[in-house]
C-alpha cells in the first residue's frame, strides 16, 4: 500500500509493476509452504490422537512431532480443538480419496470392496477418531463438533460403499444391508484396537461377502 501512495509519474508506475509482479512471484511458494505445514500438522495430530489419547495430545506435543513452532501451530489451528477434528476430517477425506482411487481402473469384485470398506476401521485413523469420542463424551465444547463431523463422515463413507459395491437402494432391504455393513466393519475395528483380531476378522469379512453377493445380486 506503501509503495503505490509514494510513488508518481512513469518512474513510480515503473516500480508498481515491479513491486507488483514481486509480490505475486512470493506469494506462490508461501502459500506453498503453508499448505505443507497445515498437513504435517493435520497428520501429526492424528499420530498422537491415536498414540497418546486425547489427554496426552496437546497442541505443543503435536507441533514438535510436525517440526514447527507452537505458535505456528495456533496461527494455523487457533484452538486444540479446532487442530484435532479438522485432523481427524483430513485422514478420513484422504482414506475416501485412496478408497475410490484403488477400484479407479473399473468395477472391482465385491469381497475385494467388502475388505477395503473393513480396513478403513482398522488403522491409526480410526484409532484417532476413536479417542476423540471419547474426549467428545466428556467435552461439552468438543461434542457438537465431533457429532457433525461423524455424521458427514458416515454419509461419505456410505455414500462411497453403494457407488463400489453398485447397489441400488431403491431396491428393499439394500440401504440396511449396506449400513449393516458399515457397522460391523466399525466394530471389527473396535474390536481391533486391544487386540489382533485379523484371523477372526478374515472369516467375518468372507461371511459378509457372501451375504453382501446374496443381497446384492
Not at 509482479?21 to 497428520?43: C, M, N
Request: a neutral charge; aromatic letters at 4%; charged letters at 20%.
Amino acid at each position: 500500500m506503501g509503495t503505490v501512495t509514494g510513488t508518481t509519474g512513469a518512474t513510480g508506475s515503473g516500480s508498481g509493476t515491479g513491486s507488483g509482479t514481486g509480490a505475486t512471484a512470493t506469494t506462490g511458494p508461501k502459500q506453498a509452504r503453508s499448505r505443507v505445514t497445515r498437513r504435517h500438522l493435520l497428520e501429526a495430530a492424528v499420530s498422537c490422537l491415536a498414540e497418546h489419547g486425547w489427554a496426552g495430545s496437546t497442541v505443543a506435543v503435536v507441533a514438535e512431532r510436525a517440526g514447527v513452532s507452537r505458535g505456528a501451530a495456533q496461527h494455523h489451528f487457533p484452538t486444540r480443538e479446532d487442530l484435532f477434528t479438522a485432523a481427524v476430517e483430513y485422514v478420513a477425506e484422504e482414506r475416501s480419496t485412496a478408497l475410490r482411487d484403488l477400484f479407479h481402473a473399473g468395477p472391482a469384485a465385491r469381497p475385494a470392496v467388502v475388505e477395503a470398506l473393513v480396513d478403513l476401521y482398522t488403522g491409526t485413523l480410526f484409532r484417532a477418531a476413536l479417542q476423540l469420542w471419547v474426549a467428545a463424551s466428556n467435552e461439552e465444547q468438543l461434542r457438537p463438533r465431533v457429532t457433525e463431523l461423524e455424521a458427514r463422515v458416515g454419509r461419505e463413507t456410505h455414500r462411497i460403499a453403494v457407488e463400489l459395491l453398485r447397489a441400488d437402494e431403491s431396491e428393499p432391504g439394500v440401504r440396511e444391508t449396506v449400513q449393516g455393513l458399515l457397522d460391523m466393519a466399525r466394530g471389527l475395528g473396535l474390536a481391533n484396537v486391544l487386540t489382533d483380531d485379523a484371523a477372526r476378522r478374515a472369516r467375518v469379512v468372507a461371511q459378509w461377502s457372501r451375504i453382501i453377493g446374496t443381497t446384492l445380486a
